[in-house]
């Protein structure tokens, strides 16, 4: 059996290496065939899955310099049916790409937002002067330097590779230390594991309304290891909020506090309890 594995292309992006490092581990432990897909975004990747048209998804969740990524959590939210199945941690170095031959040539850089913002101060630094225009992926970025002479990309060291074209600064991410936690989803229950994550919205913005869920975590010795709010598009100032707990939710104690979670929230959504690996690109 050959399983499918969307994920943002084209290929060259950093979640395409996300995808081929979860393929590897895939592949070690059942030695099954897999399918690379790309998708245009992030969102249709999550809805493949939850359509039945591919088995997996690997989707960005957090980045280490510029924190979470709205549409994933977005998307999973509005897509009830989908289980987190493992965690990926993969370093990101970025690289300025371009077919000319100074930077003093560059008049645009295009990039993903994240990879813009994830590089802002050495663009500042080397480019103040130039017009930054985002894309949908750090791949499409350099597929417009073919329509843009004077253009630079940001994007990946295999994405130069693949394309032929040149390399004029790497690494140019602000930080050294630049992670980015993606989660692999399908429509598989979540195998269980050391991280559970969740979402819940709450009946009425009053006070005490988000502090009562915490504390009943804090009194159980559930600890947090990320909470974070969303807007529910439905009214300002209502939001949704995100929350990773560093147990796993089918313990008899976890599944207590879940349960006297709920009567605290409007709705509650389990995205699944899983295990981390830290990846590194192909």
Same mark, same amino acid.
Request: charged share 15%; glycine share 4%; aromatic share 8%.
């Given at each position: 059996?050959?399983?499918?594995?969307?994920?943002?292309?084209?290929?060259?992006?950093?979640?395409?290496?996300?995808?081929?490092?979860?393929?590897?581990?895939?592949?070690?432990?059942?030695?099954?065939?897999?399918?690379?897909?790309?998708?245009?975004?992030?969102?249709?990747? $999550?809805?493949?899955?939850?359509?039945?048209?591919? *088995?997996?998804?690997? @989707?960005?969740?957090? #980045? &280490?310099?510029? %924190? !979470?990524?709205?549409?994933?959590?977005?998307?999973?939210?509005?897509?009830?049916?989908?289980?987190?199945?493992?965690?990926?941690?993969?370093?990101?170095?970025?690289?300025?790409?371009?077919?000319?031959?100074?930077?003093?040539?560059?008049?645009?850089?295009?990039?993903?937002?994240?990879?813009?913002?994830?590089?802002?101060?050495?663009?500042?630094?080397?480019?103040?002067?130039?017009?930054?225009?985002?894309?949908?992926?750090?791949?499409?970025?350099?597929?417009?330097?073919?329509?843009?002479?004077?253009?630079?990309?940001?994007?990946?060291?295999?994405?130069?590779?693949?394309?032929?074209?040149?390399?004029?600064?790497?690494? $140019?991410?602000?930080?050294?230390?630049?992670?980015? *936690?993606?989660?692999? @989803?399908?429509?598989? #229950? &979540?195998?269980? %594991? !050391?991280?559970?994550?969740?979402?819940?919205?709450?009946?009425?913005?009053?006070?005490?309304?988000?502090?009562?869920?915490?504390?009943?975590?804090?009194?159980?010795?559930?600890?947090?290891?990320?909470?974070?709010?969303?807007?529910?598009?439905?009214?300002?100032?209502?939001?949704?909020?995100?929350?990773?707990?560093?147990?796993?939710?089918?313990?008899?104690?976890?599944?207590?506090?879940?349960?006297?979670?709920?009567?605290?929230?409007?709705?509650?959504?389990?995205?699944?309890?899983?295990?981390?690996?830290?990846?590194?690109?192909?």
């Amino acid at each position: 059996m050959t399983v499918s594995i969307a994920y943002l292309g084209p290929a060259g992006t950093n979640t395409e290496a996300a995808a081929l490092a979860y393929m590897n581990l895939l592949q070690q432990q059942s030695e099954q065939k897999c399918l690379l897909c790309p998708y245009p975004s992030v969102a249709q990747t $999550i809805r493949a899955v939850a359509k039945g048209e591919v *088995k997996l998804a690997i @989707v960005p969740v957090e #980045n &280490s310099l510029e %924190g !979470s990524v709205p549409v994933t959590l977005d998307t999973l939210w509005q897509v009830t049916t989908v289980q987190i199945q493992k965690a990926l941690v993969l370093p990101i170095s970025h690289a300025l790409i371009s077919t000319v031959k100074t930077l003093e040539e560059i008049k645009t850089v295009y990039s993903h937002p994240q990879a813009l913002a994830q590089c802002q101060e050495w663009m500042e630094q080397y480019l103040g002067n130039v017009q930054l225009v985002p894309t949908n992926s750090t791949t499409e970025a350099v597929n417009q330097l073919e329509k843009d002479e004077l253009a630079g990309a940001i994007a990946s060291q295999r994405a130069a590779e693949l394309y032929q074209v040149p390399i004029l600064a790497f690494p $140019i991410n602000d930080r050294p230390e630049n992670y980015t *936690k993606f989660w692999a @989803v399908s429509l598989d #229950n &979540s195998p269980g %594991g !050391s991280h559970t994550s969740l979402g819940f919205s709450v009946p009425a913005n009053v006070p005490g309304a988000l502090a009562k869920p915490l504390q009943l975590m804090a009194t159980r010795s559930i600890n947090l290891s990320r909470i974070e709010s969303r807007p529910t598009k439905r009214s300002l100032g209502e939001y949704l909020f995100f929350i990773d707990l560093e147990c796993d939710w089918r313990d008899t104690s976890v599944k207590s506090a879940l349960q006297e979670l709920s009567s605290y929230t409007e709705t509650l959504k389990i995205f699944g309890s899983y295990d981390g690996v830290t990846v590194k690109p192909d």
